[in-house]
């Protein structure tokens, strides 16, 4: 599959994922938390590797549960693209949460407390 057709895919799977995050899915720690970040599809189009970023930064947000919730509605996600992409096979999800912005946040509070001090 050439590039420009799997940059295109990638946009797709975005939206039909952030779309049923927003309108479909019950679990309001979903809902509430997380946002499709980065969507990368494989060359032959059988994996995807889907990777949402947090809303929130609290340190009380317990990341393991979130991605284990993440990982039980997957397949909803994938009977999703199934009904609205036009594709021979529809791919496998894979399910990973960012950390960068969280990092830079935590950087940027060290950062603020040596200028203060």
């Known amino acids: 599959m ?3 057709r799997i940059k295109g895919l990638e946009k797709e799977i975005a939206r039909i994922i952030g779309t049923a995050i927003l309108l479909e899915i ?3 720690k ?6 499709v970040y980065k ?13 949402f970023s947090l809303l929130d930064y609290n340190e009380n947000i317990n990341r ?5 919730d993440l990982n039980k509605v997957k397949g909803y996600f994938r009977k999703k ?5 036009s594709i021979r096979y529809v791919p496998e999800i894979r399910v990973f949460l960012d950390n960068s912005v969280e990092q830079g946040i935590k950087i940027s509070n060290l950062i603020d407390k040596v200028i203060n001090s």
């Open 30 to 35: 979903i809902k509430n938390l997380v946002t």
């Open 64 to 68: 393991e549960k979130l991605l284990e």
């Open 26 to 28: 019950n679990n309001e």
């Open 2 to 4: 050439n590039d420009r």
């Open 81 to 85: 693209l199934s009904q609205e992409l």
């Open 39 to 51: 969507v990368s599809l494989t060359k032959d189009a059988r994996y995807v590797d889907v990777t």
